[in-house]
Nanobody, 123 residues
């Protein structure tokens, strides 16, 4: 059974940094497309970043240059390093996995989801 567990969220002031982690189990990490999504209150869930099986990465325009997605296949763990955080980055952040290659940074392209970790950025 695939399980994804996020951690690392918290409260930070604007300009600060956080690193999110997603511990995966129940499958071989290297065979999956992995992504990070976020959802703010009253808004739809949006794709933030994804990393494909070959290490290719993709980012939403709103986070390019500030966020970095990475993974440690030996530990089956996905990371999201977030820097220069802004109040508009405040949201619940979710880790997601798709069997096979990445084809879209959209909810419908992912099969498995974690429970989320809250990130709050104050001005």
């Amino acid at each position: 059974q695939v399980q994804l567990v996020e951690s690392g969220g918290g409260s930070v002031q604007a300009g600060g940094s956080l690193r999110l982690s997603c511990a995966a189990s129940g499958y071989t990490h290297s065979n999956y497309c992995m992504g990070w999504f976020r959802q703010a209150p009253g808004q739809e869930r949006e794709g933030v970043a994804a990393v494909d099986r070959d290490g290719t990465t993709k980012y939403a325009d709103s986070v390019k240059g500030r966020f970095t997605i990475s993974q440690d296949n030996a530990k089956n763990t996905l990371y999201l390093q977030m820097s220069t955080l802004k109040p508009e980055d405040t949201a619940m952040y979710y880790c997601a996995a798709h069997v096979g290659g990445c084809w879209a940074l959209e909810q419908r392209a992912y099969d498995y989801w974690g429970q989320g970790t809250q990130v709050t950025v104050s001005s």
